[in-house]
């Protein structure tokens, strides 16, 4: 890997004096979006939840699927949230209530998701496959494109653990 820095001149001394980083135009990089905190709900901060999600967490992207990161108001640091209406995702829930053997989940590039669809308003989808349990909630009419993008960084910050459905 090769890094370098391109530094901005003065054009009437051929360049050799350097003013700093040159100016580059483009896109701004995604910011938070300018929205009130959302109130949330977590469960208790586990001891496996403090020793995992903070790996996730570091690594959750500003944007996903075209919606900018907005603060939340949680007692825990393991809650992020985008766009309004809001994906949400929480790190160190308990094991999703359907989630028992006989259940099927859904393999999304490598990461093994179950998907509750039982409140109308919003699709739940939890990772049951790593240390601790990963839960992506996505209002009404949202497709799984969140979630699919979602496992890029969960793969990374999270190791595959065998899945264990309750009885």
């Known amino acids: 890997m090769v890094l370098s820095t391109v530094l901005g001149g003065d054009e009437d001394d051929g360049g050799g004096d350097a003013r700093g980083p040159a100016e580059i135009e483009g896109t701004a990089p995604p910011q938070r979006a300018d929205l ?3 109130p949330m709900e977590v469960p ?3 001891p496996e939840a403090d020793t995992h999600c903070p790996a996730l967490m570091g690594g959750l992207p500003l944007e996903l699927a075209r919606q900018q990161s907005r603060p939340v108001q949680a007692d825990s640091p393991f ?3 985008w766009g309004d209406p809001a994906v949400v995702l929480r790190c160190g829930v308990d094991r999703p209530a359907g989630w028992v053997v006989g259940s099927s989940a859904i393999q999304i590039n490598g990461v093994q998701w179950y998907v509750d669809t039982s409140d109308p308003e919003t699709t739940v989808w939890t ?3 790593r240390p601790v349990y990963v839960e992506v909630s996505l209002p009404r009419g949202v497709d799984s494109a969140p979630v699919t993008e979602l496992t890029t960084p969960l793969a990374q910050a999270l190791p ?3 899945p264990t459905p309750g009885p």
Request: no cysteine; charged share 15%; aromatic share 14%.
């Open 79 to 81: 809650a992020y949230a």
């Open 160 to 162: 595959y653990q065998e």
């Open 44 to 46: 208790p901060v586990t």
């Open 36 to 38: 009130p905190p959302l």
């Open 127 to 129: 990772a049951v496959d």
